[in-house]
C-alpha cells in the first residue's frame, strides 16, 4: 500500500514556475515508477510527466517538454514536478499516481493515486 499526498500548487502569473512535490509513505516507494497526471474542469484526466523507479527514465506530454522536469529522492520518499515558463492552459488539478510496473503514460496503469492539488496560471 502506498500513499500519495501532493503539496506546492498555487496561483502563479504566465511564465512563472512552480514546483510540486509527492511525498509517499510506505517502504516500497523506491520500487514503483512515479507519474504525474493533470486534469482541467470539464476535461480528462491526462498525462503529464513519468519517471522510472531508478530515476534514470522519464518521459513526457509533448506539451510540457521542455518546461517541466519530473524528479525523484528514494531517500525522501518524494516525486517532484518542476514547472517552468507555466500558461494558463497549464491550470488544472495536478496528481501524482504510482506505478508497479515500468513508467506509463496510461493513468489506468498507476495502482495509487493522490489527492491532487490545484494550480492556477493567470494570464
Known amino acids: 500500500q502506498v500513499q500519495l499526498v501532493e503539496s506546492g500548487g498555487g496561483l502563479v502569473q504566465a511564465g512563472g514556475s512552480l514546483r510540486l512535490s509527492c511525498a509517499a509513505s510506505?517502504?516500497?516507494?523506491?520500487?514503483?515508477?512515479m507519474g504525474w497526471f493533470r486534469q482541467a474542469p470539464g476535461r480528462e484526466r491526462e498525462f503529464v510527466a513519468t519517471i522510472s523507479w531508478r530515476g534514470d527514465t522519464s518521459y513526457y506530454a509533448i506539451s510540457v517538454k521542455g518546461r517541466f522536469t519530473i524528479s525523484r529522492d528514494n531517500a525522501k520518499n518524494t516525486v517532484y514536478l518542476q514547472m517552468n515558463s507555466l500558461k494558463p492552459v497549464d491550470t488544472a488539478v495536478y496528481y501524482c499516481?504510482?506505478?508497479?510496473?515500468?513508467?506509463?503514460?496510461?493513468?489506468?496503469?498507476?495502482?495509487?493515486w493522490g489527492q491532487g492539488t490545484q494550480v492556477t496560471v493567470s494570464s
Open positions: 510506505g517502504r516500497t516507494f523506491s520500487t514503483y515508477a
Open positions: 499516481a504510482a506505478n508497479a510496473g515500468p513508467p506509463t503514460i496510461r493513468p489506468y496503469d498507476y495502482d495509487y
